[in-house]
Protein backbone atom coordinates (compact mmCIF):
# COMPACT_ATOMS: atom_id res chain seq x y z
CA UNK A 1 0.00 0.00 0.00
CA UNK A 2 1.41 3.30 -0.91
CA UNK A 3 1.74 6.27 1.58
CA UNK A 4 -0.59 8.54 1.95
CA UNK A 5 1.00 11.82 -0.20
CA UNK A 6 -0.02 14.38 2.58
CA UNK A 7 3.01 17.03 1.67
CA UNK A 8 1.93 17.34 -1.85
CA UNK A 9 0.28 20.81 -2.06
CA UNK A 10 3.36 22.27 0.29
CA UNK A 11 6.02 20.47 -1.66
CA UNK A 12 4.40 22.45 -4.97
CA UNK A 13 4.26 25.79 -3.35
CA UNK A 14 8.01 25.49 -2.12
CA UNK A 15 9.04 24.61 -5.28
CA UNK A 16 6.94 27.17 -6.71
CA UNK A 17 9.40 29.07 -4.51
CA UNK A 18 12.36 28.17 -5.58
CA UNK A 19 11.10 28.47 -9.29
CA UNK A 20 10.43 32.31 -8.92
CA UNK A 21 14.61 31.97 -7.54
CA UNK A 22 15.46 30.35 -10.56
CA UNK A 23 13.34 32.17 -13.39
CA UNK A 24 15.66 35.30 -11.90
CA UNK A 25 19.00 33.36 -11.55
CA UNK A 26 21.91 36.18 -10.59
CA UNK A 27 22.83 37.09 -6.77
CA UNK A 28 20.24 35.94 -4.01
CA UNK A 29 20.15 37.41 -0.64
CA UNK A 30 20.24 34.13 1.43
CA UNK A 31 19.37 35.90 5.38
CA UNK A 32 22.18 37.83 4.35
CA UNK A 33 24.59 36.34 2.23
CA UNK A 34 24.66 36.41 -1.48
CA UNK A 35 24.03 33.48 -3.39
CA UNK A 36 24.89 33.30 -7.08
CA UNK A 37 21.98 30.58 -8.41
CA UNK A 38 21.81 29.93 -11.69
CA UNK A 39 18.91 30.65 -14.78
CA UNK A 40 17.02 28.10 -14.81
CA UNK A 41 16.67 26.74 -18.48
CA UNK A 42 13.70 26.69 -20.49
CA UNK A 43 12.60 24.30 -23.30
CA UNK A 44 11.44 24.42 -26.87
CA UNK A 45 10.10 21.19 -27.37
CA UNK A 46 9.88 17.81 -26.29
CA UNK A 47 13.05 17.04 -28.30
CA UNK A 48 14.90 19.44 -26.08
CA UNK A 49 13.55 18.23 -22.92
CA UNK A 50 14.33 14.80 -23.80
CA UNK A 51 18.57 15.81 -24.57
CA UNK A 52 18.35 17.43 -21.17
CA UNK A 53 16.55 14.22 -19.82
CA UNK A 54 19.21 11.87 -20.97
CA UNK A 55 22.27 13.90 -19.99
CA UNK A 56 20.72 14.62 -16.46
CA UNK A 57 20.69 10.40 -16.30
CA UNK A 58 24.03 10.18 -17.72
CA UNK A 59 25.74 12.81 -15.34
CA UNK A 60 28.34 10.71 -13.25
CA UNK A 61 26.61 11.69 -10.09
CA UNK A 62 23.43 10.23 -11.05
CA UNK A 63 25.23 7.31 -12.72
CA UNK A 64 26.80 6.83 -8.98
CA UNK A 65 24.20 7.43 -6.69
CA UNK A 66 21.78 5.25 -8.62
CA UNK A 67 23.69 2.40 -11.22
CA UNK A 68 21.16 0.62 -12.97
CA UNK A 69 18.62 3.18 -13.34
CA UNK A 70 16.91 2.95 -16.54
CA UNK A 71 16.36 5.70 -19.06
CA UNK A 72 13.03 7.84 -19.26
CA UNK A 73 11.10 8.79 -21.87
CA UNK A 74 9.59 12.17 -22.49
CA UNK A 75 6.35 12.86 -24.22
CA UNK A 76 3.86 15.93 -24.93
CA UNK A 77 0.36 15.86 -23.00
CA UNK A 78 -2.59 17.41 -24.38
CA UNK A 79 -3.55 20.53 -22.95
CA UNK A 80 -2.24 22.63 -20.00
CA UNK A 81 -2.74 21.12 -17.35
CA UNK A 82 -0.57 18.93 -14.94
CA UNK A 83 2.83 17.80 -15.86
CA UNK A 84 3.07 13.51 -14.83
CA UNK A 85 5.29 10.89 -14.53
CA UNK A 86 4.18 7.00 -14.76
CA UNK A 87 6.52 3.68 -15.58
CA UNK A 88 9.18 5.38 -17.11
CA UNK A 89 7.04 7.73 -19.15
CA UNK A 90 7.39 11.82 -18.55
CA UNK A 91 4.57 13.68 -20.24
CA UNK A 92 4.39 17.89 -20.06
CA UNK A 93 1.62 20.16 -21.54
CA UNK A 94 3.56 22.26 -23.93
CA UNK A 95 0.70 24.06 -25.16
CA UNK A 96 0.71 27.55 -26.01
CA UNK A 97 3.16 30.00 -26.80
CA UNK A 98 6.69 28.75 -25.98
CA UNK A 99 7.18 31.56 -23.39
CA UNK A 100 3.56 30.78 -21.39
CA UNK A 101 4.53 27.48 -21.47
CA UNK A 102 4.88 26.96 -17.58
CA UNK A 103 6.21 22.81 -17.82
CA UNK A 104 8.94 23.57 -20.14
CA UNK A 105 10.94 24.75 -17.55
CA UNK A 106 13.83 23.10 -15.51
CA UNK A 107 12.27 22.72 -12.70
CA UNK A 108 9.28 20.98 -13.48
CA UNK A 109 11.47 18.93 -15.46
CA UNK A 110 13.58 18.34 -12.70
CA UNK A 111 10.39 17.45 -10.57
CA UNK A 112 9.26 14.56 -12.80
CA UNK A 113 12.68 13.46 -13.20
CA UNK A 114 13.21 12.74 -9.19
CA UNK A 115 9.62 10.89 -9.34
CA UNK A 116 11.15 8.66 -12.01
CA UNK A 117 14.43 8.32 -9.56
CA UNK A 118 12.18 7.45 -6.70
CA UNK A 119 10.15 4.82 -8.37
CA UNK A 120 13.64 3.07 -8.92
CA UNK A 121 15.20 3.78 -5.75
CA UNK A 122 12.41 3.93 -3.34
CA UNK A 123 9.38 2.07 -4.64
CA UNK A 124 6.40 2.23 -2.72
CA UNK A 125 7.54 5.63 -1.20
CA UNK A 126 5.19 8.76 -1.09
CA UNK A 127 4.69 10.28 -3.98
CA UNK A 128 5.96 13.77 -2.49
CA UNK A 129 7.35 12.42 0.49
CA UNK A 130 11.17 12.93 2.71
CA UNK A 131 12.56 10.41 0.16
CA UNK A 132 11.16 12.71 -3.15
CA UNK A 133 12.31 15.68 -1.49
CA UNK A 134 15.85 14.14 -0.59
CA UNK A 135 16.45 13.27 -3.96
CA UNK A 136 15.53 16.40 -5.41
CA UNK A 137 17.54 18.10 -3.25
CA UNK A 138 20.42 15.82 -4.48
CA UNK A 139 19.27 16.19 -8.47
CA UNK A 140 19.51 19.96 -8.03
CA UNK A 141 23.00 19.64 -6.08
CA UNK A 142 24.35 17.52 -9.36
CA UNK A 143 22.46 19.80 -12.03
CA UNK A 144 22.26 23.09 -10.79
CA UNK A 145 25.09 23.54 -7.89
CA UNK A 146 24.55 23.87 -4.42
CA UNK A 147 23.58 27.22 -3.70
CA UNK A 148 20.32 26.43 -5.46
CA UNK A 149 19.93 22.91 -3.53
CA UNK A 150 20.44 24.77 -0.80
CA UNK A 151 17.78 27.03 -1.43
CA UNK A 152 15.32 24.27 -2.56
CA UNK A 153 16.27 22.60 0.87
CA UNK A 154 15.35 25.91 2.80
CA UNK A 155 12.24 26.42 0.88
CA UNK A 156 10.95 23.17 2.34
CA UNK A 157 12.55 23.62 5.48
CA UNK A 158 10.60 26.41 5.81
CA UNK A 159 7.05 24.82 4.95
CA UNK A 160 7.84 22.03 7.59
CA UNK A 161 8.50 19.28 4.86
CA UNK A 162 10.48 16.62 6.17
CA UNK A 163 13.46 15.61 3.55
CA UNK A 164 15.21 12.43 3.65
CA UNK A 165 18.84 12.27 4.33
CA UNK A 166 21.27 10.94 2.33
CA UNK A 167 22.31 7.52 3.35
CA UNK A 168 25.35 6.88 0.93
Known amino acids: MTPRDQHRSAVYAAEEQWARQLARGGTVDFFGSPLQVPQERRFADIDSVQRYVDAVLGLIGVITR??????????????????????????????????????ARESVVLHEVTHHVVAYAHPGAAAHGPEFCGEEVLLAEMVLGPEAALL???????????VAERTR
Open 152 to 162: LRAAFDGAGIP
Open 66 to 103: WPGLPGVRVRERAGTGRAHYSDGVIALPLAGAVGERWA
